[in-house]
């Protein structure tokens, strides 16, 4: 199986996300082949029957998460704070912030397209729509005043010789910040499946960030281009699957007719394994 990647076509290419946003892939140690590695070590080379793709297959399924630890990435990123706020309580990363202390802030703010601008719990109806567009319009435009009038006012604090700690407190969520984050491999799945919230609740979907699922998703892209073995059995059993608790599987199991289910002897087989059938 070829493993070679050509690093320089990855690496430092600003990927898009919303109006002002990036990430950016700086470095990276590691691919499909590190993973493979780190997990057959274990035997010292004695025969294990698995072959590549199946050992990764295995890992990720099985939740032996270590071998997936070898490979780290390192990116750079610019997001609003909020979105950086949300991002950095993911605490299993390594992180260095531009600072807002020690350098002048751009006046970079993130606009929302008016129609990601939602609102909850409103009736469907024709009055309601039109009513809720003016709304939106109206909360756009006093965005982005508010947004310049904060700046001028950071703007003149600084000429007036306040301190840069002091004078970016009027300075509201939407600014861009930049960082530096190097995390690795497992950890950053556990991050794409928590941000992407493919398979939460209503309930969860419904308050997770939009801006946030999208940088997962460009993260997510970008490292296929580096593990697509190990990125395509992730997406497979962790980021598209989903854990079923006991009465689940003894419900599932008591109806299931295994004769109509189109698997492979192999996926049949662990299916079987799992209901206890």
Same mark, same amino acid.
């Given at each position: ?17 919303? @109006?002002?946003?990036?990430? &950016? ?12 590695? %780190? %997990? ?8 294990? &029957?698995?072959? @590549? ?10 939740? $032996? ?13 610019? %997001? ?39 609102? $909850? ?23 982005k005043e508010n947004q310049k009038s904060s700046y001028k ?51 969860v979907a419904e308050h997770s960030s939009k801006e946030m ?21 992730? &997406? ?20 299931? @007719?295994?004769? &109509? ?5 192999? %996926? ?10």
């Open positions: 199986m070829n493993f070679k990647i050509e690093k320089e076509n990855l690496l430092n290419i600003e990927h898009k996300v919303l @109006d002002k946003g990036f990430i &950016k892939l700086v470095d990276f140690m590691g691919s499909d082949e590190r993973i493979i590695k %780190a %997990a057959r070590i274990s035997y010292r080379g004695e025969s294990i &029957k698995r072959e @590549d793709r199946e050992l990764i297959d295995y890992l990720i399924r099985n939740e $032996h998460t270590s071998p997936l630890e070898q490979v780290v990435f390192t990116f750079y990123i610019k %997001a609003p704070i909020f979105v950086a706020r949300q991002w950095m309580r993911h605490r299993t990363a390594r992180i260095n912030e531009v600072s807002s202390s020690y350098s002048l802030i751009r006046e970079e703010f993130y606009v929302p397209l008016e129609e990601n601008m939602n609102t $909850h719990n409103v009736t469907d109806n024709q009055d309601n729509k039109k009513t809720e567009c003016e709304f939106r319009e109206e909360i756009l435009n006093n965005l006012l950071y703007q003149n604090m600084i000429n007036h010789n306040i301190s840069k700690e002091i004078s970016r407190i009027v300075l509201p969520l939407s600014l861009y910040t930049e960082w530096y984050w190097q995390i690795d491999l497992n950890n950053l799945f556990h991050f794409i499946k928590l941000r992407s919230a493919l398979n939460a609740s209503k309930e699922r999208e940088y997962a998703k460009v993260l997510l892209e970008i490292i296929e281009k580096i593990v697509p073995i190990a990125t395509k059995s992730f &997406k497979n059993h962790i980021l598209k699957g989903c854990k079923l608790s006991y009465e689940e599987i003894v419900a599932i199991a008591g109806a299931l @007719d295994i004769s &109509k289910l189109k698997l492979d002897a192999n %996926a049949l087989k662990r299916l079987q394994d799992k209901l206890n059938i």
